[in-house]
Nanobody, 131 residues
């Protein structure tokens, strides 16, 4: 079965850290376009961090730059989102996504129009930042 399964969300205090994991099954992530997105209640999903699996280049939204890191572990077929210095405004449902058409444009992979291109989406995991 081809799917992405996320884990790692939860409740954390402001300033804390979380690491989200997204495991692919039925396919390998090595040469895929990969993205992490989040969705606030009543808002459209937005790109947070994206990566070209073939080129290795990354893109981060301004709101998370310097705090979040996207990475992959090919041996475990997993993509991670390390989130540090979390803020209450980071509270959202986070989704991972993967698409086999990887042309190396990590910034485009995080854009609104490209979201329709992703073949695979995780089920979403809630991240709540609150004291």
């Amino acid at each position: 079965q081809l799917q992405l399964v996320e884990s790692g969300g939860g409740l954390v205090q402001p300033g804390g850290s979380l690491r989200l994991s997204c495991v692919a099954s039925g396919f390998t992530l090595d040469y895929y376009a990969i993205g992490w997105f989040r969705q606030f209640p009543g808002k459209e999903r937005e790109g947070v961090a994206c990566m070209s699996g073939s080129e290795g280049n990354t893109y981060y939204a301004d709101s998370v730059k310097g705090r979040f890191t996207i990475s992959t572990n090919n041996a475990e077929n997993t993509v991670y989102l390390q989130m540090n210095s979390l803020k209450p405004e980071d509270t959202a449902v986070y989704y991972c996504a993967a698409d086999p058409q990887d042309f190396g444009f990590a910034d485009y992979y995080c854009s609104g129009p490209y979201q329709d291109e992703y073949d695979f989406w995780g089920q979403g995991t809630q991240v709540t930042v609150s004291s």
